[in-house]
């Protein structure tokens, strides 16, 4: 099954707010409710930042947000701070029962 | 605290077996699905398995189906991933990780990785 599609990249000063954008198919994420958002720093395993589309775990900040509309779902940064450059992915659930990750995005802080 | 701690990775030569272990701590083990996960040099996460919480419940990625076998113990509160006929594209840092809620809704506790080099 192929990969979700994440931009490769997106920028903002801090303060400002960015979207990552995670785009799949009726099969994944246009169907269920079931994405989430990760980021991962360097040499660490991913953290949790957004599940069921728009679910903050305890400890994730509100500046993050998670949305979706038809085969899309977006991750909102809101006041952009230097500790949230990374690499963000996206994960959906499918409809053969299988998890599927985009390919990434690198969060820069300008 | 909640913690996975993982073990068992290492060099293995194509076409060989390994057994990763991923113990648990800090939670009720029993009543959680859980996950194992990949990551190859470079790439992003590649999802391997899941296992529902009583262990009867398993789902495997098209890419090592008939390979590789998840299971856990509860009573030692343990998840395992046997790995058969490991290949080049095997080669990755080896993750478990704890279903949020349910099975397949996200992924809150992540063990510290092990990595598996195939040669």
């Known amino acids: 099954q192929a990969a979700l599609t994440q931009p490769p990249s997106v920028s903002g000063s801090p303060g400002q707010s960015v979207t990552v954008s995670c785009t799949g198919t009726s099969s994944d994420v246009g169907y269920f409710n079931r994405v989430s958002w990760y980021l991962q720093a360097p040499g660490t395993a991913p953290k949790l930042l957004i599940f069921?589309?728009?679910n903050r775990p305890s400890g994730v900040p509100d500046r993050f947000s998670g949305s979706k509309f038809d085969n899309t779902a977006s991750l909102t940064i809101s006041g952009l701070q230097a500790e949230d450059e990374g690499d963000y992915y996206c994960?959906?659930?499918?409809?053969?029962?299988?998890?599927?990750f985009g390919g990434g995005t690198k969060v820069s802080v300008l | 605290d909640v913690q996975l701690l993982q073990s068992g990775g290492g060099l293995v030569q194509s076409g060989g077996s390994l057994r990763l272990s991923c113990a648990a701590s800090?939670?009720?083990?029993?009543?959680?699905?859980m996950s194992w996960l990949r990551q190859a040099p470079g790439k992003g996460p590649e999802w391997v398995s899941d296992i529902g919480a009583s262990g009867y419940s398993k789902y495997y990625a098209d890419s090592v189906r008939g390979r590789f076998t998840t299971s856990r113990d509860n009573a030692k509160n343990t998840l395992y991933l046997q790995m058969n006929s490991l290949s080049a594209d095997d080669t990755a840092v080896y993750y478990c990780a704890r279903d949020v809620s349910g099975i397949f809704n996200g992924l809150d506790v992540w063990g510290q990785g092990t990595t598996v080099t195939v040669s």
């Open positions: 800090g939670f009720t083990f029993s009543s959680y699905a």
């Open positions: 069921e589309v728009n």
């Open positions: 994960s959906s659930y499918t409809s053969s029962s299988t998890v599927i």
